[in-house]
């Protein structure tokens, strides 16, 4: 079954960046994405990519300023979080899955989680 543990969560000022990863292993995998949870509000998709081709995905209120991307050979999954908002912070938690995935974003889709990394953004 996949393993995934991420890293590189911490606390940073508004406008800074945060580069998150997530290591992987287990059987081969067809999606992986970022979500996030801030405590009382529903898990969100962050950004999806579909591991054969790195086609991605992004959440509407990430556009523009966070990056997914994969190193295959490391079977590593990264989050490039530039121009970070008060808002941004939440336990970020990387997800995987066989697939098929309809909806990249949605939760629900992916069957393996990591155990989440803190992320904290002060004004």
């Known amino acids: 079954q996949a393993q995934l543990v991420e890293s590189g969560g911490g606390a940073v000022q508004a406008g800074g960046s945060l580069r998150l990863s997530c290591a992987a292993s287990g059987y081969t995998r067809s999606w992986m994405g970022w979500f996030r949870q801030a405590p009382g509000k529903e898990r969100e998709g962050v950004a999806a990519?579909?591991?054969?081709?790195?086609?991605?995905y992004y959440g509407d209120s990430v556009k523009g300023r966070f990056t997914i991307s994969q190193d295959n050979a490391k079977n590593t999954l990264y989050l490039q979080m530039n121009s970070l908002k008060p808002e941004d912070t939440a336990v970020y938690y990387c997800?995987?899955?066989?697939?098929?995935?309809?909806?990249?974003?949605?939760?629900?889709?992916?069957?393996?989680w990591g155990p989440g990394t803190q992320v904290t953004v002060s004004l």
């Open positions: 990519i579909y591991i054969s081709d790195d086609h991605t």
């Open positions: 997800a995987a899955d066989w697939g098929p995935v309809r909806y990249p974003l949605a939760p629900a889709e992916y069957n393996f």
